[in-house]
C-alpha cells in the first residue's frame, strides 16, 4: 500500500514537471524605484545583452537605482517589459510595455483621483497616430494627433467636454493664420495700393511719351496711318501704271513683229493688181471696164 502511495506521487510529480516543459523561464529582472511621488515597477533586460541603438529612438535604461532616458544611446541595463508607476496612494500613475529599451504599445497615464490623464501610442520610441487628453474631472481637453513624435495635423481643444478652438500643425510647427483685418483699414490700404498703382502707370506712360518720336504719339499715330494709307494708294497706282506700261510696250512689240509681213503683202496687192487688170483687158470679147460701168448706169 505504502509502495503505491509512492508511485502515484511519483507519476503526479513527473506530469506536473510534464505540463510544464514548454513554459519560457523569464529573462528579465525586476527593478523598484521609491521616488518623491511615484513609485516605479519595471523589468530590464539580462546582463550580457545589447542592441544596437538608433539615433532617431529614445532609449529608457537603468543604472544607481533610477531611470534614464538619452537619444541614440544607452550605459546601464535596458528596461524590456512591462512597466508601471504608482502613487504614494498606490493608484495607477502610468503603464505600459517597453521593448529593448524603447516604448511601444498603447501608454495610459491617470491623474491621481484615478480619471485617465492621457492615451497615446508609442513606435520605435516616437509616439505616433491619435491621441487624447484629459482633466481631473475625466473630460476631454485634446485630440491629434502624432507624426514622428511632432503634432501633426488638425489639434481640437476642448473646455468642459465642449469644442472651442482648432489648432493646425504641421510637423511640429504651428500654422497660425493671419488676422482678420477690419474693414476700413482693409478700403484704405486697397484704396492706397489702387492709387499707388495708378500713379506709376501715369508715370510710365509720361516717360515712355517723352522717349516716344513725335509720330509716335496718339495723334502722330493717326497721320501716320494716313500717310501710310496715301503712300500705299499711290504705290498701287504707280504700280498699275507700270502694268500698263510694260502691256503697251508688249503689244507695240507685237505689233512691230507683225508689220513687215503686213507690208509685204500690201506691195505684192499692189504690184499683181495692174497685171490683172491687163489680163483682163487683153481676154478676147471683153469689153472696157469704163464703157461696162456706163452701160450698166441707170437712166
Do not use: C
Request: proline residues 4%.
Amino acid at each position: 500500500m505504502n509502495r503505491f502511495y509512492a508511485l502515484l506521487v511519483l507519476l503526479l510529480t513527473f506530469a506536473q514537471a510534464w505540463a510544464q516543459r514548454g513554459i519560457p523561464v523569464p529573462v528579465h529582472n525586476r527593478v523598484t524605484i521609491n521616488y518623491q511621488d511615484y513609485i516605479v515597477y519595471a523589468e530590464v533586460m539580462r546582463s550580457g545583452q545589447s542592441v544596437n541603438p538608433s539615433e532617431k529612438s529614445y532609449y529608457y535604461w537603468f543604472k544607481s537605482n533610477d531611470i534614464k532616458r538619452t537619444r541614440g544611446d544607452y550605459e546601464g541595463k535596458l528596461l524590456h517589459g512591462a512597466y508601471t508607476e504608482f502613487y504614494p496612494n498606490k493608484n495607477l500613475r502610468a503603464k505600459g510595455q517597453l521593448r529593448r529599451g524603447v516604448k511601444v504599445g498603447v501608454w495610459r497615464s491617470w491623474h491621481p483621483n484615478g480619471e485617465f490623464k492621457e492615451i497615446v501610442r508609442w513606435k520605435k520610441g516616437g509616439r505616433v497616430g491619435r491621441y487624447r487628453m484629459f482633466d481631473e474631472a475625466g473630460d476631454l481637453v485634446s485630440t491629434g494627433k502624432y507624426r514622428d513624435e511632432k503634432l501633426d495635423g488638425v489639434i481640437r481643444i476642448y473646455r468642459g467636454g465642449e469644442l472651442v478652438e482648432k489648432q493646425k500643425f504641421d510637423n511640429g510647427v504651428r500654422v497660425v493664420k493671419r488676422a482678420k483685418e477690419p474693414r476700413e483699414k482693409r478700403k484704405k490700404r486697397k484704396a492706397a495700393k489702387a492709387e499707388k498703382a495708378a500713379e506709376k502707370a501715369e508715370a510710365e506712360a509720361a516717360k515712355s511719351t517723352e522717349n516716344r518720336p513725335e509720330g509716335e504719339t496718339k495723334t502722330g499715330r493717326k497721320k501716320n496711318k494716313a500717310d501710310q494709307q496715301q503712300a500705299s494708294a499711290v504705290k498701287k497706282a504707280d504700280g498699275r501704271q507700270k502694268a500698263e506700261k510694260r502691256d503697251d510696250n508688249t503689244d507695240a512689240a507685237v505689233k512691230g513683229k507683225n508689220r513687215p509681213e503686213k507690208r509685204s503683202a500690201e506691195k505684192q496687192a499692189r504690184t499683181e493688181a495692174p497685171a490683172r487688170k491687163q489680163k483682163s483687158a487683153d481676154a478676147p470679147g471683153a469689153e472696157p471696164e469704163k464703157k461696162r460701168k456706163k452701160e450698166t448706169a441707170p437712166n
